[in-house]
């Protein structure tokens, strides 16, 4: 089954040939090989680039392991291009490649790594470079940043449900039934009972995911991190801090989980794609506020598993969603305040009031709510409440679960259905 990332693999193909060095990061089984391997490999051989002129190279199979020796990397593919031709370049993992003491240059101090070699390529007029990198020795991210300022990144995500929907032959419904449970991980929707999709996901997070993060970071308190994973589950969608979470551990889990130690743990966890923070954004001062965050999984079945699918709180699952299809379409997304004057009885109080998702993309913002439900008056104008004290004349909408066509009420706030905003990548614009 071919499952197209057309998305993604505009990007790639807008990219091409910039003279920088393609990195495509997310976490691991998200589909990094089968985007650059599969559909752009395909996407040249149809421009009519020869399959010489793609070097591929996967360095976590053994049959390739001498590569992970930086000279020996450099010399074989100095030694695979064609001369007077383009030639593309794919390395999987290249994290496996080793950072070894220069036995060119009487320097202690002196190292090559796949900087050094990739770098060197960059300078040549017929390559162009792409490469993978996921696992606990060095991250993705990691990788990015070794490229310092000659590196693009192409950040996967997870199937969508726009995505999904190309090739499924579900109801919107159902589909977003089964995504809202198990998520957008491919091998996911090739599994087709309930109990392999649910042990699969399970199993992956627990045997990878998790042994990634402790690996990497030599962790040796295993069961904190785990706990803290779990907390963070818990509370999608939900404002918190490293103060709030420590006094949860003290008082729920009689443990002494430092704030520092969740700090890091924290961090660690961000940088292995696991989760995403959205800070908290004072509209009126035009200002971050650092006191909450929120969190949110860049899977909800991933976060499912975790919990072993025993909290399934459709409102928060929706927001994690919604969220995700945001940080897809590459917006900046940050939570938003607005401080109101509220006349209660004969006095005016000051109210801190909650916009979901404020985002931030060039010239565009919007303001974003998301409803699971807005059936009745009262819940209206709950979830309209925060827009009417903004004074600014930037989008306003409203995200509910049920299906409608769009519609503008009389304050000019756009009320549009999940289903129109998860099926059409340009309804934002």
Known sequence: MIIKRDYYLNQLIGKEENKRVKV????????????????????????????????????????????????????YLNSSLVSNKMNYIFIDEIQFVEKIRNPYINDKDSYISFYEVLNELLNKDNVDVYVTGSNSK?????????????????????????????FSNLSFDDLYNE??????????????????????????????????????NKLTNTNELDQLVNVLASSIGSLT???????????????????SSIVKHIEYLKQSFIISEANRFDIKGRKYIGANSKYYFSDVG???????????????????????QLIMLGYNVDVGVVEINEKVGDAYKRKQLEIDFVISKGDLKL???????????????????????????FKKIVIVKDNFKPWYDDNGILILSLKDFLLSLDILK
């Open 179 to 216: 995504y809202q449970t198990y998520g957008g991980l491919p091998y996911v929707w090739l599994i087709k009972n309930e109990e392999g999709k649910s042990e699969y996901l399970k199993k992956l997070f627990n045997e990878t995911y998790l042994v990634d993060v402790i690996e990497r």
């Open 24 to 75: 495509v990061t997310g976490i691991k089984r998200v589909g990094k090989s089968y985007l650059l391997n599969k559909l752009f490999y395909n996407y040249l051989i149809e421009s009519g680039v020869n399959e010489n002129q793609i070097i591929v190279l996967r360095l976590d199979e053994l049959s390739n392991i001498k590569y992970r020796n930086p000279i020996y990397l450099n010399e």
């Open 138 to 166: 060095m991250l993705s991210s990691d990788v990015l940043t070794e490229f310092r300022g000659r590196g693009d990144q192409i950040h996967l995500m997870p199937l969508s449900i726009y995505e999904l929907s190309n």
């Open 302 to 324: 991933i976060r499912n598993a975790k919990l072993n699918f025993r909290q399934q709180e459709p409102t928060h699952l929706m927001e994690n969603i919604i969220y995700n």
């Open 367 to 393: 303001y974003i709510q998301s409803a699971y439900k807005m059936d009745d008056s009262l819940k209206q104008k709950q979830e309209k409440r925060a827009f009417l004290g903004i004074d600014d004349s």
């Open 241 to 259: 801090n490293p103060t709030k979470i420590e006094n949860t551990f003290k008082s729920e889990l009689k443990s002494n989980y430092a704030r």
